[in-house]
């Protein structure tokens, strides 16, 4: 079985996954000539009702990184994955849901630093701005669709990162949320439902739950695994990111009402949850079918669940297959191409540089802004050598930065004053960088991340390089109370 | 039958017949929607025109 071991697509798969590709591009093409304004374009003119954002929500914050990134640890641990990794997820945004989407509702924001500059000023406007550009970037997709057209269809990597990024930069190009959304529901429908029957094939093509359950070791069931009590910490306060989720926010500012978001939330979680332990049941199918030799022994966690799926899948249903996981891939390519456009134009050039820039302007800068933000996004994919050490970086630097600001200028009462949003804001993402840095340089490498040990008296301190939170976001609240500190004193004087 | 299988299952049916249930209702509001976005658009040229 291993040396058969058959991942080509028939003809008709590649018949099923071009007219996919077209079908979008057509679609783009379609919602383009309806959309003429900013608002439109950006936040789709306030209008999206609760299914059209269950759709784009699910689909957007769920890429590759999920898919292959749960399957991984799946592969390797078990159930864990959706107990440790997951679950703090579906807390935070149900707090979001409940709690957050209420408050923003309540004002015209189009954006995140729109709500830094509302209570804070500029300044902390534009560093938000910043790190909401970097953490935009949707490198590991890019990536993960250069890997997935390299096994499927044998291309090089370099080319599966033109070939699908060029396809989703296309379509919101012309129709920009709308767009975004729209395509997101098609890409909704085809990532769960090709989920959802490449599970049964997979799991009888190990003989059923009962040799899964004889082959695997225990550890595979325990829910919460073998995780260090500091590590399990982190990976909830990593959930804590939620709260300042960019594509969640312009969803947010996007709906029609709030009682849609609270809704398309609630719902979303069910579907997270189900996605979430679909991917991890296939990645332990996966570790069966090694134990059973029907996959090679050296596989890489990461490409456990295409393996295994398009190993168990017959022909035809792998082209769906390979729809769904491009659907996966281009759903949050296309979203996060739009809104590090809208932080380079929306959040910064025009407040700084051209405050009277017109509508039409705007929109002509975003388009443009979309396609330039694709330019970081492939030179990183193809000159960095360990993307992991892009990715934690990228996605720890949003955090410490905007979610003390943020969360105090929804709940705290009184006046915000301008100090404390750039210092917090200005205090976390340099914390984030020292750290970062300092990890990186000074540290050892191990199990993909880096290490620094610190010997302190008889003691040792094990700083991992996804600790930064543990340092940042304290002193973010520091840094938020010395400048409503300053400012009172200021006022006093 | 172990609460992993019934947990499996119960995410197959969430994925495969929830969403699609999901999009019959995306497909009904559609048209809503996109009716909306084109008066936006209309009124958005009549005020710029008026502006101009």
């Given amino acids: 079985m291993i040396e058969n071991l058959n991942l080509q697509l028939d003809l008709l798969d590649y018949t099923i996954v071009i007219l996919y590709l077209g079908g979008m591009i057509t679609v783009g093409l379609w919602i383009a000539r309806k959309v003429r304004d900013f608002t439109s374009f950006f936040v789709a003119g306030h209008l999206m009702t609760t299914p059209l954002l269950i759709s784009t929500l699910v689909s957007t914050y769920y890429g590759l990184d999920v898919t292959f990134g749960v399957s991984e640890v799946s592969f390797e641990e078990g159930v864990m994955a959706w107990f440790v990794y997951s679950r703090p997820y579906y807390l935070a945004i149900l707090v979001t849901g409940l709690f957050v989407a209420r408050r923003l509702k309540a004002f015209a924001f189009l954006s995140l630093p729109d709500i830094a500059e509302h209570f804070y000023g500029k300044g902390t406007r534009v560093t938000m701005a910043l790190a909401n550009f970097l953490y935009n970037l949707p490198i590991l997709s890019i990536i993960g669709m250069g890997v997935l057209f390299k096994i499927t269809l044998g291309l090089s990597e370099i080319q599966g990162y033109l070939l699908g990024a060029s396809i989703a930069v296309v379509y919101t190009l012309l129709g920009g949320l709308w767009a975004d959304a729209i395509t997101d529901t098609f890409q909704f429908v085809l990532m769960c439902v090709t989920l959802a029957i490449a599970i049964p094939f997979a799991i009888q093509m190990v003989g059923g739950f009962e040799w899964i359950f004889a082959q695997l070791d225990a550890k595979y069931f325990a829910s919460m695994g073998e995780v260090a009590p500091g590590y399990l910490f982190a990976l909830a306060l990593s959930a804590f990111s939620v709260f300042v989720e960019p594509a969640l926010y312009q969803r947010i500012f996007a709906a029609k009402d709030e009682r849609s978001v609270r809704r398309a939330l609630l719902i979303g979680i069910l579907l997270w949850a189900a996605y979430d332990w679909g991917v991890t049941i296939l990645g332990i199918a996966a570790a069966a079918a090694v134990k059973q030799n029907l996959l090679p022994a050296d ?37 996060y191409l739009l809104l590090s456009s809208g932080n380079m134009t929306y959040d910064i050039y025009r407040p700084l540089f051209r405050p009277d820039m017109s509508d039409a302007a705007l929109l002509r800068w975003t388009r443009i802004g979309i396609v330039a933000s694709l330019i970081p996004c492939l030179a990183i994919a193809v000159y960095f050598q360990r993307i992991t050490d892009a990715w934690v970086f990228m996605s720890t630097v949003l955090t410490p930065t905007t979610l003390v600001p943020i969360m105090a200028a929804i709940f705290l009462r009184g006046t915000r004053k301008r100090l404390e949003g750039l210092l917090s804001s200005l205090v976390g993402l340099a914390t984030v960088l020292l750290y970062y840095g300092l990890v990186t340089l000074l540290g050892q490498e191990q199990k993909d991340s880096y290490v620094l040990t610190v010997y302190w008296s008889l003691h040792t301190l094990e700083l991992w390089r996804e600790y930064s939170l543990f340092f940042a976001l304290p002193l973010s609240v520091a840094g938020f109370m010395l400048g409503s500190a300053l400012s009172a004193s200021a006022r006093r004087k | 039958m172990s609460m992993w299988e019934i947990g499996t299952w119960l995410a197959c049916i969430v994925l495969g017949p929830g969403a699609l249930a999901i999009f019959l209702f995306f497909l009904r509001d559609a048209r809503k929607m996109l009716q909306g976005l084109e008066k936006q658009s209309s009124d958005r040229e009549v005020n710029d025109r008026t502006e101009a």
């Avoid at chain 1, 669940?305 to 996981?325: D, E």
């Fill in chain 1, 299 to 335: 596989i890489e966690g990461r490409q456990a669940l295409i393996h295994m799926v398009l190993v168990s899948l017959p022909i035809g249903l792998k082209g769906f297959f390979i729809a769904g996981i491009l659907s996966a891939a281009m759903s949050t390519v296309d979203s």
